[in-house]
Structures are given as structure tokens and as C-alpha cells.
């Protein structure tokens, strides 16, 4: 009965090989018969074998010798959140800086008719120029009268700096001693009480943001008041062995500064210790405010230059006028560095 068995099983395995024969023999005289372009287009198809299973075999051994189907789920998906992560922090860096600049304010003069009538607030074209310079967009920030009888606004100073990535405090009008707690010894130095105000707001409400600020000259001197400093109001009354600091050549007068010990701005300088810069002001830096740092002198009167907030990643004061320092100008510091470091710190804080 064995031997039966197995002779048939060997019949029929023969069978089916001669099946196989003939379909193949089959296909080829069909080949001949239309020629040798046909013949060249024919493909034999596969004959399904047990070895189909072997593709899934395959593919299942690549999640065991690896990792399962929900860890590829979980690697493919964090790739492409890191993908778009990775785009959004270059949209982010990439965006154009806006960068805001306080308002000089023009007073209306009593009797003036026209534009003197009015209170015009006004942007120094070589600031706006010398910030514009980094490809920046340059924004002046006016002050804002919630109670105003004609068109009241619910816009703080806290929406400009939410929205502007740095502040920068143009030069003008004295600080009014009264600002510091003191009284204005001559009428021509009573200085902008209302302007004061609105640039203090402005001040704090960019610091408390964490977004970098630069003031120039006044701007350097109210960053000291702002903090419970004071200031002379008359260099050349209460200071008489100082160097003049003022004079009728206004931005072609300068004088030399020197970089305190370890100051940051030296830093920008390597190795420089000294240099040249305008000075237009009467007025400069008394006593400092609290965690205001000096970071340079005029070495001759030792009259304050420059100073630093130490509780903020940048806020600096310069007594002196970068926008009015050109490029490539040999006699005077030219200021780039400093300016790239604000606007590098405006980036920065954009995270």
C-alpha cells in the first residue's frame, strides 16, 4: 500500500510538470508565429510557489529586527515635527526686526498760528537712517493720550513693546529737574517734563518686556534718572575743571572717551581702550541709579559717557551721537558693533 501511494503522488507531480511544460511550450510557438518583435515583448509570469509568503516574511522581520510598527509611527511623526519646528525658528530669525523709536516733541509757542499751533511730535532723520542701515524697520512711537477729548484709544506704550522687538531713545530736549526731585537752577534748563513722562513709560514698559533699549545722549541720561540717578544740570556751572562739551559746532565738536575696566562696550573694541566721539550736551550723569554700571568716561573730566542696566541682557545709554559718527569716518569710534550687538540682542529675544 506504501509503494501504491507513492507512485501515485509521484504521477501526479509529474502531471503538473507537464502542465507547466506545455503552457510554456505553448507561449513559445506563439512567439514564433508573430515574429521576432512579439517574441522579444513576452515576459513569463511568475508561477506562485510556497516562497510567495517570503515578501511578507521580509517585511515583518524588518519591524522585529528593528523596531515595532508604533516606534516607526512615533520616529516618522517626530522627524516631521522637528522638520517644521525647524522651519518655524528660521521663519522667526529670518523676519524683518522692527524697531521702535521715542518721539521729539515740538511745544506749541503762545500766539504761533499753522503748524506752530500745534504739538508735533517728530523723528531725527540720522537716527531713523542709522538704524535702517541693518535692513531694520524703523517705527516712531508716539505718545498716547487715553483721555484725549477727540479721539480717545485703549493703545498703551505696553502694545508697542509687545509687538516691536527693541526701543532705541532719541536725543532732544534736557531732562527736566524736576524729574529727578530737584529745581531747575536757570528757566532755559527747566528741560521736557511731559516728554519725561512719556519716555519713562516707554522706558519701563520695554525693560519689564525684556527687549533691548539703547538710549542716546538725553535717552542716556533719563535711562540713569529712570532708575533714581541725577544729573548736572550745567556741565560748565557745576563742574569747573570739565572739558567743554558743547559748542556751536554741535556734531563736529567730539573729545575723547575711555572704556571703564571689563565694561561690555570695551569688549565690542578689542583692543581698543580709547577713542574719539562727538559731544553735544550741557547736561550728563551725576550720581548713578541703582544697578546702573559705568562703561565709559571722558578720561579728562571723568564725566560719565556711557552706562548699563545689569538687571537687563541690553539696555545701554551713550552720551554721545552714533548716528552722527559716518562710516569709515577715520577721527571718530565708528559705532557699528554697538549697534549690531543691540540688534543682535533684539533677535535673540524674540524666543
Same mark, same amino acid.
Given at each position: 500500500?506504501?509503494?501504491? *501511494?507513492? *507512485? ?12 507547466q511544460t506545455?503552457?510554456v511550450?505553448?507561449?513559445a510557438?506563439?512567439n514564433?508565429?508573430?515574429g ?13 510557489t510556497s516562497?510567495?509568503t ?11 529586527n ?5 516606534r ?6 517626530s522627524?516631521?515635527?522637528?522638520a517644521?519646528?525647524? #522651519?518655524?525658528? *528660521?521663519?522667526?530669525?529670518h523676519r524683518? =526686526? *522692527? ?7 515740538f511745544?506749541?509757542?503762545?500766539? !504761533? ?11 531725527e ?5 542709522w538704524?535702517? !542701515?541693518?535692513?531694520?524697520?524703523? /517705527? ?8 484725549? %477729548?477727540i479721539?480717545?484709544s ?6 508697542y513693546?509687545?509687538? %516691536? ?7 532732544? !530736549?534736557?531732562?527736566a529737574?524736576?524729574?529727578?526731585s530737584q ?6 534748563w527747566?528741560?521736557? #517734563? ?7 513709560e ?9 527687549k ?7 535717552? @542716556?541720561?533719563? =535711562? ?10 550745567? &556741565?560748565?556751572t557745576?563742574?569747573?575743571n570739565?572739558?567743554a562739551?558743547v ?5 563736529q565738536?567730539?573729545h575723547?572717551?575711555q ?5 561690555? %562696550? ?6 581698543l581702550?580709547t577713542?574719539?566721539?562727538?559731544s553735544i550736551?550741557?547736561q550728563?550723569?551725576?550720581? =548713578?541709579?541703582?544697578? &546702573?554700571?559705568?562703561e565709559? &568716561?571722558?578720561?579728562a ?14 539696555v ?7 548716528? /552722527? ?9 565708528? @559705532?557699528t558693533? &554697538? %549697534?549690531?550687538? /543691540? ?7 524674540? /524666543?
Open positions: 500500500m506504501p509503494d501504491e *501511494k507513492n *507512485k501515485q503522488e509521484s504521477a501526479g507531480a509529474e502531471a503538473a510538470d507537464a502542465a506545455s503552457v511550450d505553448t507561449a510557438v506563439a514564433q508565429s508573430q521576432p518583435t512579439a517574441s522579444a515583448a513576452v515576459v513569463q509570469a511568475p508561477i506562485p516562497n510567495s517570503a515578501g511578507l516574511q521580509d517585511h515583518q522581520a524588518s519591524y522585529q528593528g523596531e515595532s510598527p508604533w516607526t509611527l512615533v520616529r516618522v511623526v522627524a516631521r515635527l522637528r517644521t519646528s525647524l #522651519r518655524t525658528a *528660521k521663519g522667526i530669525t524683518t =526686526l *522692527k524697531i521702535g523709536v521715542s518721539a521729539r516733541i511745544h506749541p509757542q503762545a500766539g !504761533a498760528k499753522g503748524l506752530s499751533s500745534k504739538t508735533l511730535q517728530y523723528l532723520e540720522s537716527i531713523a537712517q538704524v535702517m !542701515a541693518r535692513d531694520v524697520m524703523v /517705527f516712531m512711537i508716539p505718545s498716547v493720550n487715553t483721555n484725549g %477729548l479721539r480717545p485703549s493703545i498703551r506704550l505696553r502694545d513693546a509687545r509687538h %516691536l522687538d527693541g526701543l532705541v531713545l532719541q536725543g532732544g !530736549a534736557d531732562v529737574p524736576q524729574t529727578y529745581q531747575s537752577t536757570r528757566p532755559e527747566s528741560g521736557d #517734563r511731559t516728554r519725561d513722562m512719556y519716555e519713562l516707554l522706558l519701563h514698559e520695554f525693560i519689564e518686556a525684556d533691548p533699549l539703547l538710549g542716546i545722549c538725553r535717552g @542716556c541720561q533719563l =535711562l540713569n534718572v529712570a532708575f533714581g540717578g541725577s544729573l548736572y544740570q550745567d &556741565i560748565a557745576e563742574v569747573p570739565a572739558i562739551h559748542n556751536d559746532l554741535y556734531d565738536h567730539g575723547e572717551l572704556f571703564t575696566a571689563q565694561s561690555t %562696550l570695551a569688549q565690542l573694541f578689542p583692543p581702550l577713542a574719539k566721539v562727538n550736551h550741557h550728563s550723569i551725576k550720581n =548713578l541709579g541703582r544697578d &546702573i554700571r559705568i565709559a &568716561i571722558s578720561p573730566d571723568n564725566i560719565v559717557e556711557a552706562i548699563r542696566y545689569q538687571k537687563a541682557k541690553f545701554v545709554g551713550l552720551q554721545w551721537h552714533p548716528e /552722527f559718527h559716518l562710516t569709515g569716518q577715520s577721527d571718530l569710534l565708528d @559705532c558693533p &554697538i %549697534l549690531d550687538s /543691540f540688534l543682535r540682542a533684539a533677535r535673540e529675544t524674540r /524666543f
